[in-house]
């Protein structure tokens, strides 16, 4: 008969690998996040679009320039979101078809997007009544952020 210890530490060890394996997820996602961003189908409009940034400067996100802009890559956008797994635009039913590690890709995607421009948080309020989140999952995204010491709006 094993003892509470060692019940205890068979626990302890097992929720370690699993937590080993989904950091092990993590990483891959890390090396290949955005790759198809370097076929010519995607990174053509993203030059167009870096040279309108270096003429008129970055659009804050959320805003109407900000819109524009993003519709101005059409069909650059259908692709990317067709082979990139951590945008809800991949799902027929947005984030309800996403995986835990599709939203934790996420949402470190939009904090190094909100690290390019000139704003100093994460506009997190945008992009959670864009795709109409449940309130649940918005207190996941900004406990996260506040554990973090993500600056948000």
């Known amino acids: 008969m094993p003892t509470a210890k060692e019940v205890t530490y068979a626990h ?3 929720v370690s690998e699993l937590l080993g394996e ?15 961003k ?7 409009p993203l030059q ?10 970055q659009a804050p996100y959320g805003t109407d320039e900000y819109r524009r802009r993003t519709a101005l890559l059409g069909e650059m956008l ?13 799902y027929r039913n947005s984030v309800a078809g996403m995986d ?8 470190f995607d939009w904090k190094a997007a909100s690290e390019r421009g000139e704003e100093s ?15 649940m999952l918005e207190s996941i995204l900004r ?9 948000t709006k």
């Open 12 to 14: 302890v060890n097992r």
């Open 22 to 36: 989904a950091a092990i997820e993590l990483i891959k996602r890390g090396a290949r996040h955005d790759r198809s």
């Open 38 to 44: 370097f076929e010519p189908v995607e990174l053509d």
């Open 48 to 57: 167009r679009m870096q040279d309108l940034i270096d003429k008129e400067g």
């Open 78 to 90: 259908a692709h990317h979101y067709a082979h990139n797994t951590h945008h809800p635009e991949h």
């Open 100 to 107: 835990l590690f599709d939203l934790i890709e996420m949402f």
């Open 121 to 135: 948080e994460m506009n997190l309020s945008y992009s959670i009544n864009k795709l109409e989140m449940p309130s």
């Open 143 to 151: 406990n996260t952020a506040d554990r973090l010491g993500y600056k």
